[in-house]
């Protein structure tokens, strides 16, 4: 165990001696898959910060009914009956509340802090209302079904306005899912790029040192040895680039959150975007040394046997 320790420890010692040997070829490399690496971090992160808030969104569409402003209460009322029967058809749950024109007003006027300009009107402008809250949408089965209610409800009498004020919502989750596809597409073709680099640098690394491999040979060394200072070198290359790319995203979510800032603030809103956890950062680190050493072995093992 301690000489299997050993041999690893000289090998990326060995690795650290050859990237020291041309330090500015080095830096070069850890640019070009630094940048590679930013663009999907960057995304991931906004992802990640993103989530929590579609998340406390509710997703339950919301249906509101709107009725004209000169039907009595009383036919108001009775209205229910007919929205529970349209609402419970096929046994789905739901949720109605009768939001009467005066509560309404006073909402308003608590919301927007123009009561005055509002007691101005004289009478009060706003109708009756149904708030109809549906199960949330398991499939396009279900999506149907809401619209279809909202059509039915339309067509009954003293009903002016019908809106499903969820349909955003949906949007939303479908846009993040969407988003993340293309991040996955991103970072998988940004991945390739990354393995071709450091297949690249190995490669050239490999041709330097061809004398150094052969003399080696001769003395006996075997290829795990030979090659174990490469794959150090490909590992080291990624997981510096993936340190460095990190950077990159942290500096820049400075100027986003002041950005951001001002406009959360119209929204009596404190969002920031936050860097990824410890445990995101390790795991983007790992895969970036992974993504390094997979470009190693392709470049060690094909040049390596035409070097013998």
Same mark, same amino acid.
């Given at each position: ?122 009478? +009060? ?14 499939? +396009? ?27 955003? *919502? ?89 950005? *951001? ?48």
């Amino acid at each position: 165990m301690r000489g299997w320790f050993r041999q690893h420890v000289l090998a990326l010692a060995d690795a650290f001696r050859h990237l020291f040997r041309a330090p500015g070829n080095f830096l070069l490399n850890v640019l070009v898959v630094a940048i590679a690496l930013t663009l999907p971090f960057a995304g991931l992160t906004l992802l990640q910060n993103a989530r929590p808030v579609s998340e406390r969104v509710s997703v339950q569409p919301e249906i509101s009914v709107f009725l004209s402003v000169d039907a009595p209460r009383d036919r108001a009322t009775a209205l229910g009956t007919a929205i529970r029967r349209i609402a419970g058809d096929g046994g789905h749950a739901y949720r109605l509340d009768f939001v009467p024109r005066e509560k309404a007003l006073d909402a308003l006027k608590n919301r927007t802090g123009l009561e005055a300009a509002i007691d101005t009107l004289g009478a +009060n402008p706003l109708p009756d209302a149904y708030v109809l809250t549906l199960e949330q949408p398991q499939g +396009n089965a279900d999506a149907r079904r809401i619209e279809s209610v909202a059509q039915k409800l339309k067509a009954l009498p003293d009903v002016e306005h019908v809106q499903v004020d969820s349909a955003w *919502i949906e949007r939303l989750a479908a846009l993040i899912r969407i988003l993340r596809l293309v991040l996955l597409f991103l970072a998988v073709t940004l991945g390739v790029v990354v393995v071709a680099v450091v297949f690249n640098t190995i490669r050239l690394q490999v041709m330097t040192q061809r004398e150094e491999i052969e003399v080696s040979r001769l003395v006996g060394a075997t290829d795990r040895f030979i090659c174990r200072p490469f794959y150090y070198t490909g590992a080291l290359l990624g997981l510096i680039a993936g340190a460095a790319a990190l950077v990159v995203v942290f500096l820049l979510l400075q100027p986003l959150n002041t950005a *951001i800032a001002e406009f959360a603030r119209l929204y009596a809103s404190e969002f920031r975007l936050v860097p990824l956890d410890g445990g995101a950062t390790c795991a983007l680190l790992a895969l970036s040394a992974l993504l390094g050493l997979l470009g190693a072995l392709l470049s060690v093992r094909r040049h390596l046997a035409r070097a013998a």
